[in-house]
């Protein structure tokens, strides 16, 4: 375990110093605005879907460093997907963080990659919403909703 903390605490570093895909993407065929109240994190993810796949999400906002590096790395995940794929990452991811804490890392899917070192985020329940915000954000982007909050 302690092995799979120090690739968290390294992931998560490198993310949140260099967020990847912090940007406004001008032509956004959606985009929502997400607020984690407790928080106070705030992001706005954007998204360009063409023929019916994610062809490039972006976020901007600010946040703690579990919410940047969750954004981050979920615009490095869904590219390329469709919107029934993206959901299914969803449900993954949010299965992974909403764990109870003595099954941590037993819901880290193949399909999750590097989305799997989340697994300790269920250990502190507080962070869940700081680690689902950009997610939600995004399912909500791909809807036509406006904004989203966690509470």
Not at 21 to 35: E, L, M, P, Y
Not at 48 to 71: H, L, N, P, W, Y
Not at 109 to 133: D, N, T
Request: hydrophobic content about 40%; some cysteine; glycine content about 8%.
């Amino acid at each position: 375990m302690s092995d799979l903390r120090e690739l968290y605490q390294e992931v998560i570093l490198d993310h949140t110093k260099k967020p990847r895909n912090k940007r406004v993407i001008a032509d956004a065929t959606g985009q929502s605005h997400g607020v984690n109240p407790l928080c106070g994190d705030k992001a706005t993810v954007y998204v360009k879907v063409e023929d019916g796949r994610v062809v490039d999400v972006s976020f901007d906002g600010q946040g703690c460093s579990i919410s940047t590096a969750s954004a981050s790395m979920m615009t490095e995940a869904v590219r390329g997907k469709t919107a029934a794929e993206v959901e299914t990452l969803f449900e993954r991811f949010h299965a992974l963080v909403t764990a109870p804490s003595d099954q941590a890392g037993q819901n880290a899917a193949p399909e999750l990659g590097k989305l799997a070192v989340f697994s300790g985020v269920c250990e502190f329940p507080v962070r869940v919403k700081c680690a689902s915000l950009p997610w939600h954000t995004l399912k909500a982007a791909l809807t036509g909703d406006d904004a989203v909050s966690t509470e």
